[in-house]
């Protein structure tokens, strides 16, 4: 077999496109089916249970497969520590990060509901880098009553007689505009006490922050609908002598539990909650709360799945892969993840399980075994799922399909006949 030569070209422009979308996660939106507990209490949103193995969106949003989590949820109340890992957020002129700082208060704060009887998860409980998204489908996942997630600001230099509080709701859903109002009161309410040179903005008190065409400029809001989610903004980390205030453990553990009377509030009275400000339109973030270099513990082993092939059929998987520059280990998975690729592929129709006479017979003489991370193997058990055929079977239907296309001929260009038609008009 000798492949042609502009499919070839075509195949090798391809396999960026594929491989890079496989690598950022990219892939079409989910419905969640629950979560489990993982290694050190990490909370997996399931996002599929399959035959061959339980898909879970991993702590950096990746689908992989995980067999060996706990059932967990639904909760009461979701608290999210803001940032983690690489994203410090704000930095006090004490070395306080935001990121810890946020963690304590968490913790604090669900001491505080769990000793009022409310059931409470944390998106995280270390220092871990994790994506919005990842903290969205935990929230989601768990359907909490409440979902808040806890910040301290950066940025202002305005001088201010009183803390410089904000809260953020979603954009006109009264329980969480009453969410916002309520936690304003709390938060607020707990530091004004304290004799310190304050800063605020004029968003001071609870707003929305919105983006066009009128939706929420902060994913937490945006990406959770279906549940009532807040933002609190304790205070400035970024004003030094507030920083000073925050860095002291009975302060972090006052705000904790300011926030936990907050939603206890909220959940047990029809308080209207007050510091409403209108909302105003600031489509710029920081950039923060991707995916961008976050690294997946490994909770899956590696599993090898070996496909058999005839001679001749061996034969041609070698002729591709070299034609290609790629190995045949590589080509076998490309091919699997080709197959997804056109199954994600807008305005294609639902795959179809095959007819048993249909099915690729995989179990040949000469055998490839592939070995597949728990991120590519999400993708071999999901293409199993849908072609109602088994892992062994998927392997082989993708290299098929990339022998089959690596081998299409490329067309012959039509004779440039346009000199010999020419009336002269482009002298």
């Given at each position: 077999m000798s492949p042609g030569t502009a499919p070839t070209r075509l195949l090798v422009g391809a396999a960026c496109v594929v491989m890079a979308i496989a690598a950022m996660g990219i892939g079409t939106a989910t419905a969640l089916d629950g979560a489990v507990l993982g290694p050190d209490e990490v909370i997996l949103p399931v996002v599929a249970r399959l035959p061959g193995g339980t898909i879970?969106?991993?702590?950096?949003?990746?689908?992989?497969?995980?067999?060996?989590?706990?059932?967990?949820?639904?909760?009461?109340?979701?608290?999210d520590p803001g940032h983690g890992g690489r994203e410090s957020g704000s930095v006090g002129s004490n070395g306080l990060l935001e990121r810890d700082l946020n963690l304590m208060v968490a913790f604090h704060a669900q001491l505080a509901l769990e000793d009022l009887g409310y059931t409470v998860a944390l998106t995280r409980r270390r220092d871990l880098h994790m994506p919005i998204r990842q903290r969205t489908a935990?929230?989601?996942?768990?359907?909490?009553?409440?979902?808040?997630?806890?910040?301290?600001?950066?940025?202002?230099?305005?001088?201010?007689?009183?803390?410089?509080?904000?809260?953020?709701?979603?954009?006109?859903?009264?329980?969480?505009?009453?969410?916002?109002?309520?936690?304003?009161?709390?938060?607020?309410?707990?530091?004004?006490?304290?004799?310190?040179?304050?800063?605020?903005?004029?968003?001071?008190?609870?707003?929305?922050?919105?983006?066009?065409?009128?939706?929420?400029?902060?994913?937490?809001?945006?990406?959770?609908?279906?549940?009532?989610?807040?933002?609190?903004?304790?205070?400035?980390?970024?004003?030094?002598?507030?920083?000073?205030l925050l860095a002291l453990p009975q302060i972090q553990e006052m705000e904790g539990r300011a926030i936990a009377a907050g939603i206890h509030r909220f959940l047990s009275t029809s308080d209207p909650g007050?510091?409403?400000?209108?909302?105003?339109?600031?489509?710029?973030?920081?950039?923060?709360?991707?995916?961008?270099?976050?690294?997946?513990?490994?909770?899956?082993?590696?599993?090898?799945?070996?496909?058999?092939?005839?001679?001749?059929?061996?034969?041609?998987?070698?002729?591709?892969?070299?034609?290609?520059?790629?190995?045949?280990?590589?080509?076998?998975?490309?091919?699997?993840?080709?197959?997804?690729?056109?199954?994600?592929?807008?305005?294609?129709?639902?795959?179809?399980?095959?007819?048993?006479?249909?099915r690729p017979y995989a179990y040949g003489p000469i055998t490839e075994t592939i070995e597949w991370d728990q991120a590519d193997h999400a993708v071999l058990v999901r293409m199993a799922d849908a072609y109602g055929i088994t892992r062994t079977e998927v392997q082989k239907l993708g290299a098929t399909l990339m022998v089959f296309l690596a081998g299409l001929e490329a067309p012959t260009a039509p004779p440039d006949d346009a000199e010999a038609t020419s009336d002269g008009a482009s002298d």
């Open positions: 879970v969106s991993s702590t950096c949003g990746n689908q992989i497969v995980y067999d060996d989590g706990i059932p967990y949820g639904p909760v009461d109340v979701v608290l935990i929230a989601n996942a768990l359907e909490p009553k409440a979902f808040v997630s806890i910040h301290h600001n950066g940025g202002a230099a305005r001088r201010s007689d009183t803390p410089g509080t904000e809260t953020f709701h979603q954009v006109d859903d009264p329980e969480s505009i009453r969410l916002a109002g309520i936690l304003f009161e709390e938060v607020q309410s707990l530091f004004a006490p304290f004799w310190v040179p304050w800063v605020d903005t004029v968003h001071q008190g609870a707003s929305t922050r919105l983006r066009e065409p009128r939706a929420e400029t902060y994913g937490i809001l945006r990406m959770t609908p279906d549940l009532t989610s807040v933002i609190v903004e304790g205070l400035y980390l970024s004003n030094p002598p507030e920083a000073q007050s510091g409403f400000r209108p909302e105003f339109f600031d489509p710029h973030t920081t950039g923060t709360g991707t995916a961008r270099g976050c690294v997946d513990a490994q909770l899956s082993p590696p599993v090898g799945i070996t496909t058999g092939f005839t001679a001749e059929e061996h034969a041609d998987l070698v002729a591709t892969a070299r034609a290609l520059g790629w190995s045949t280990d590589w080509l076998l998975r490309f091919g699997v993840h080709t197959l997804k690729f056109l199954d994600d592929l807008p305005g294609t129709a639902a795959i179809t399980p095959l007819e048993v006479d249909a």
